[in-house]
């Protein structure tokens, strides 16, 4: 017969459980657990932490806790993320949202026109260009992705968020596959992989055993699809785009070397994230 605790109980024995298996801040992530299982939000939670935790909640409960002590990230276990003020659906076909990632949408928000196009390469969940058109309702966004699993999810955030009539969703390798229509500015946003491949190995578990690598690693140094994606940016940019590229530590001085390089004249800013790291690449004519 299972014991029962009450709801804080529960929650302390399963912060106690997180910690001891490494993960950090174990004592919000068994509120949030908690919260997901008894359908509660974390607020409604913490005022019934008195209350017996009992019935078929504790049990789904207990099997989020059990998938969190195997490491599977946090987003995977509760099947969201919360990016720029709203929730996304995720699951191991998409890579997490990250906050930096914020940036390319702030970015893109600050220079784009009415009637823009939006192009968001390497969609993953949706998160970028989703968020742009649930913010502009002025803008069309096309999704590009080379996996279809990832678009399907990417197509569910839209429906979810209201915003499916104004995105387009793509099967592509990068921009293989764009056709701009003919005289439309673009905004151009790219959160691509740029880990280097041997770094896998000084990764988190939830990122390195969870994650899909295609949407992680780019080659030895970690700019083989940066490279590939600047390549084909330049038979496409003109004059009135934008470009806001993702890059990662240490990657800046390399990818702009490589931008005005193929692009001769073009106009190239860093933006920093919140820690000071050089972030976001934006070019433009």
């Given at each position: 017969?299972?014991?029962?605790?009450?709801?804080?109980?529960?929650?302390?024995?399963?912060?106690?459980?997180?910690?001891?298996?490494?993960?950090?801040?174990?004592?919000?992530?068994?509120?949030?657990?908690?919260?997901?299982?008894?359908g509660w939000s974390r607020a409604q939670l913490l005022a019934r932490l008195g209350e017996p935790a009992n019935g078929d909640e504790r049990r789904q409960f207990e099997r989020l806790l059990e998938r969190r002590l195997r490491r599977e990230p946090l987003a995977y276990t509760l099947g969201f993320r919360e990016f720029y003020g709203r929730r996304f659906m995720v699951n191991r076909d998409v890579l997490i949202p990250r906050p930096?990632?914020?940036?390319?949408?702030?970015?893109?928000?600050?220079?784009?026109?009415?009637?823009?196009?939006v192009v968001d390469v390497g969609t993953g969940s949706g998160a970028i260009g989703i968020s742009i058109a649930a913010e502009r309702t002025d803008v069309?966004?096309?999704?590009?992705?080379?996996?279809?699993?990832?678009?399907?999810?990417?197509?569910?955030?839209?429906?979810?968020?209201?915003?499916?009539d104004r995105v387009d969703f793509v099967v592509a390798d990068l921009?293989?596959?764009?056709?701009?229509?003919?005289?439309?500015?673009?905004?151009?946003?790219?959160?691509?992989?740029?880990?280097?491949?041997?770094?896998?190995?000084s990764l988190q578990p939830e990122i390195r055993d969870w994650e899909p690598a295609e949407a992680l690693y780019a080659g030895n140094d970690g700019l083989s699809v940066l490279r590939r994606f600047l390549e084909q940016l330049r038979g496409e940019q003109a004059p009135g785009d934008h470009a806001l590229i993702e890059m990662g530590l240490?990657?800046?001085?390399?990818?702009?070397?490589?931008?005005?390089?193929?692009?001769?004249?073009?106009?190239?800013?860093?933006v920093k994230d919140g820690t000071g790291i050089d972030r976001v690449l934006h070019l433009y004519c």
């Amino acid at each position: 017969m299972t014991q029962e605790l009450s709801l804080g109980a529960l929650v302390a024995d399963a912060s106690r459980e997180l910690a001891a298996a490494g993960i950090d801040d174990s004592r919000l992530e068994a509120e949030l657990l908690a919260a997901e299982a008894f359908g509660w939000s974390r607020a409604q939670l913490l005022a019934r932490l008195g209350e017996p935790a009992n019935g078929d909640e504790r049990r789904q409960f207990e099997r989020l806790l059990e998938r969190r002590l195997r490491r599977e990230p946090l987003a995977y276990t509760l099947g969201f993320r919360e990016f720029y003020g709203r929730r996304f659906m995720v699951n191991r076909d998409v890579l997490i949202p990250r906050p930096e990632s914020e940036l390319l949408v702030s970015g893109a928000l600050g220079v784009m026109t009415p009637g823009s196009l939006v192009v968001d390469v390497g969609t993953g969940s949706g998160a970028i260009g989703i968020s742009i058109a649930a913010e502009r309702t002025d803008v069309r966004v096309v999704e590009l992705d080379i996996s279809p699993s990832a678009l399907r999810v990417a197509a569910s955030n839209a429906v979810a968020l209201g915003v499916h009539d104004r995105v387009d969703f793509v099967v592509a390798d990068l921009l293989s596959a764009f056709r701009r229509p003919s005289g439309r500015p673009c905004v151009f946003v790219a959160n691509l992989p740029y880990v280097a491949t041997e770094l896998a190995g000084s990764l988190q578990p939830e990122i390195r055993d969870w994650e899909p690598a295609e949407a992680l690693y780019a080659g030895n140094d970690g700019l083989s699809v940066l490279r590939r994606f600047l390549e084909q940016l330049r038979g496409e940019q003109a004059p009135g785009d934008h470009a806001l590229i993702e890059m990662g530590l240490g990657q800046a001085e390399e990818v702009i070397g490589l931008a005005l390089g193929l692009m001769p004249g073009i106009k190239a800013e860093v933006v920093k994230d919140g820690t000071g790291i050089d972030r976001v690449l934006h070019l433009y004519c």
